[in-house]
């Protein structure tokens, strides 16, 4: 799993299968269902550790497949769950639409943003969507508009068992050189604040005191005050660019980082008050 995460940390999974399209998918489903395998969901891999046992049962990678994306008007696009971030920023850029630029240089796919609620400087994914399209455990298919999701600070409550196969947006029109003069002011602090040379999977810890959802104290200040920057345990490290960061220095395990994450979490709550909260979804065996 190293090879799908951007952690790339993770041991093996027992199978995993790359769906192009809905068809594929049902089958898969379809076969898991009566094997009564285990089955994980995955997109490109980010906010995603992998424990070092790896993961049983069967892995089904959306991030090869589900990457249409269908325009409606000047405004609305339905993007497949595996349609990168990246892309559908740069597509806005050029139709001068507005509304994703915050999400620029942040990795993953849409699918997995909705998931997340992928946020970044007071911005969010569910400001752009209007709903998703959904398939369960035997094939079929359900659409949810956006009166009918909860989103949450980092996550977004879902059917379970189910799946997002795609999702829809709607962007607001702007001046092409506001959009990227925006674009330009996102990069560049992202650029001072979180230019991390080493893989990872992006914020480790949620922003604690977050009844706005953004109003509170950032983990990563806690963390820095905490004096741990640099802290390393056997391959992993906090970073000291982006003190809410944790990279792979090239040689991790999962349970290096499982550990760095406990003592982190110790120290703030012994100095600072605080227990955070993991952002990352930590999966498989030991």
């Not at 696009?77 to 595996?82: E, I």
């Not at 920023?89 to 915050?102: I, Q, T």
């Not at 795609?166 to 602090?189: A, Y």
Request: glycine share 12%.
């Amino acid at each position: 799993m190293k090879d799908y995460t951007s952690f790339r940390i993770g041991g093996p999974a027992d199978v995993m299968v790359f769906p192009k399209g809905e068809d594929d998918l049902r089958e898969i489903l379809s076969f898991v269902q009566l094997k009564d395998f285990p089955v994980l969901f995955i997109g490109s891999g980010t906010n995603l550790l992998v424990r070092d046992g790896g993961i049983r049962g069967v892995v089904i990678n959306l991030s090869d497949g589900f990457r249409d994306m269908q325009w409606k008007g000047e405004d609305e696009v339905t993007a497949g769950a595996g349609v990168k971030l990246s892309e559908i920023v740069n597509e806005c850029r050029k139709r001068g639409l507005a509304g994703l630029e915050f999400a620029v240089q942040i990795p993953g796919t849409i699918g997995g943003a909705v998931v997340m609620n992928t946020g970044a400087y007071g911005k969010e994914i569910k400001d752009v969507v209007t709903g998703i399209d959904l398939m369960d455990m035997k094939g079929n298919k359900e659409f949810i508009n956006k009166d009918g999701m909860r989103f949450l600070y980092r996550g977004c409550i879902l059917p379970s068992n189910h799946i997002i196969t795609s999702v829809h947006l709607k962007f607001k029109r702007d001046d092409t050189r506001d959009i990227e003069r925006r674009i330009k002011e996102f990069k560049k602090k992202r650029g001072e604040t979180q230019s991390v040379c080493y893989p990872s999977a992006g914020s480790i810890f949620k922003n604690p005191n977050h009844e706005g959802w953004n109003n509170g104290v950032s983990a990563g200040k806690l963390i820095d005050e905490a004096g741990l920057k640099g802290t390393r345990i056997g391959g992993a490290m906090v970073s000291d660019v982006h003190a809410n960061y944790i990279v792979n220095l090239g040689s991790a395990k999962a349970a290096d980082v499982i550990t760095l994450l406990g003592i982190i979490r110790d120290k703030v709550l012994k100095e600072k008050g605080v227990m955070l909260e993991e952002e990352i979804k930590i999966v498989g065996e030991d």
